[in-house]
């Protein structure tokens, strides 16, 4: 750290005058991030031990296989790289998620009232290539999507496939696991800010419009997830990598699903 006498203004790489932990935020959200990019790549990559049971992996749902593709590219393609653009996508570009990773991975900047490492002020999301995170809005309609589909997921893993063919219904640790996953990835995706200024963010009177009441309750409803998006989207996020690393788990044989019945 360096001050310039002169001005009394801090200048240098990460310079500060604040006296607690700025950096603690920024350091864990590389390592959870991080951890989770290195996991969910690993587990794409892999192109095997998704399924068990009625379970199927969400790094994997909607399962495509095109047979053709392999053929057409000259090696397997995983069916995970089919689908994990959008909830990758939609990630990317959360309005919450942006702040966190322009702080941990970018410095840009790595905290209110630090330096930038680069000197060069934020520019905003004007200009190239920033400006493209305005697609989140067309992402959170897909994510929208997706919640249906893993909730397919989820109801599919009470259904557990016997010997003959037929399925019955059972509870296992793993379709509870799959239900918990999807009510926390629904809670993260229904406090979208996107979502939030399509339902009524944008409104400036509610009493004014035919369904103004309807729509002030769901706007009241997703903005009570909106408060909490920051712990939606960790939550979620451990929780789509924790359900993936469950379902490897049985599929590899390294633990029994226990059934309560
Ligand atoms: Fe975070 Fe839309 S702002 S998911």
Redesign the pocket.
Known sequence: MSDNTNTGVLTGALATDRKDAWWLGPLLTAIGLGGFGVYSTIRAFANANYEWGPYLSPFYSPLITIPSLNGLVGFKVSPAFLILWAPAG??AT????RKAYYRAFFQHPTACAVNEIHGKAYGGETSFPFILQNI?RYF?YV?VLFIGILWYDAISAFFFPAADGTKHFGIGVGSLIMVVNVLLLGS??F?????RHLVGGKMDCFSCTSFGKAQHKTWLGVTWFNNR?MLF?WCSLFSVGFTDFYVWLCATGRINDYRFF
């Open positions: 939609f990630r959360c309005y919450y998620y989140h959170m994510a993260y995706t406090g979208c800010h996107s979502l998006h989207a």
